[in-house]
T-cell receptor
Framework: DTAVSQTPKYLVTQMGNDKSIKCEQNLGHDTMYWYKQDSKKFLKIMFSYNNKELIINETVPNRFSPKSPDKAHLNLHINSLELGDSAVYFC?????????????FGPGTRLTVT | GNSVTQMEGPVTLSEEAFLTINCTYTATGYPSLFWYVQYPGEGLQLLLKATKADDKGSNKGFEATYRKETTSFHLEKGSVQVSDSAVYFCALVTGTASKLTFGTGTRLQVTL
C-alpha cells in the first residue's frame, strides 16, 4: 500500500551516462514534484507537474528532463551525468485541494556519479 | 522571495529533555507553515502544519504555533525520546503553485 514509490533506491553510475528515476503515486493526487537533497541535507524543488502539465521549473540544467506520462507518474531523466548531480532525489505528490497543501514524499533515490 | 531560517544543528539532548528548534521565515503573502521529519534513510514525513496566524499544529507530542508578529514557527516537545532522533525541516508554501520552501534542516540526536 505504498503511497509514493521511487525506483531505483540506489543508483551508481559514471560521468557522462544517461539515467532515469521513476516515481509513482497511488494517492490519486494531481500534482507531483521532484526535489534534490544535497550532501548537507538542503532540499530544493526542481520541477512540479499538475495533471501532466509542467507548472514549476526551477533553475535546473536542461540535462534534467521530467516526463509525466499520466498524473500518477513523474519520471526524471538525466543526460550526461556530472559529479555534481550526486544527491538524493525525492519525488512528492499533493492533492488537488489547495486547503490541504501537504506533500507526500517518496523514500528517495540516492544517485552517486563517479 | 520566500525563505526559511532554522537553527544550526546538530542538537544533542538526553532522553526526556525539552526540545525547541527555532524557525523563522520571510514570505510574500500569507504562508502556510509545516514541519517535516526525516528519519535516517527515509523520505520526509509531514509532522505538523499551521495554515494561519495563531494556529497551533501538533502531532506525536510535538507542537508549533504560527506567530505572524515574529514570523516564527518554533518546534517544541516536552520530553524527547531516542526514537525522535532525525532531521527536522521547517517549510512554507504560498500561493497556488504549492511550491515548498525548506529550511536547511536541524539534526536532532537524543541519547539515553
Amino acid at each position: 500500500d505504498t503511497a509514493v514509490s521511487q525506483t531505483p533506491k540506489y543508483l551508481v553510475t559514471q560521468m557522462g551516462n544517461d539515467k532515469s528515476i521513476k516515481c509513482e503515486q497511488n494517492l490519486g493526487h494531481d500534482t507531483m514534484y521532484w526535489y534534490k537533497q544535497d550532501s548537507k541535507k538542503f532540499l530544493k524543488i526542481m520541477f512540479s507537474y499538475n495533471n501532466k502539465e509542467l507548472i514549476i521549473n526551477e533553475t535546473v540544467p536542461n540535462r534534467f528532463s521530467p516526463k509525466s506520462p499520466d498524473k500518477a507518474h513523474l519520471n526524471l531523466h538525466i543526460n550526461s551525468l556530472e559529479l555534481g548531480d550526486s544527491a538524493v532525489y525525492f519525488c512528492a505528490s499533493s492533492p488537488r485541494d489547495r486547503t490541504l497543501l501537504e506533500q507526500y514524499f517518496g523514500p528517495g533515490t540516492r544517485l552517486t556519479v563517479t | 522571495g520566500n525563505s526559511v531560517t532554522q537553527m544550526e544543528g546538530p542538537v544533542t539532548l538526553s532522553e526526556e529533555a525539552f526540545l525547541t528548534i527555532n524557525c523563522t521565515y520571510t514570505a510574500t503573502g500569507y504562508p502556510s507553515l509545516f514541519w517535516y521529519v526525516q528519519y535516517p534513510g527515509e523520505g520526509l514525513q509531514l509532522l505538523l502544519k499551521a495554515t494561519k496566524a495563531d494556529d497551533k499544529g501538533s502531532n506525536k507530542g510535538f507542537e508549533a504555533t504560527y506567530r505572524k508578529e515574529t514570523t516564527s514557527f518554533h518546534l517544541e516537545k516536552g520530553s524527547v525520546q531516542v526514537s525522535d532522533s532525525a532531521v527536522y525541516f521547517c517549510a512554507l508554501v504560498t500561493g497556488t503553485a504549492s511550491k515548498l520552501t525548506f529550511g536547511t534542516g536541524t539534526r536532532l540526536q537524543v541519547t539515553l
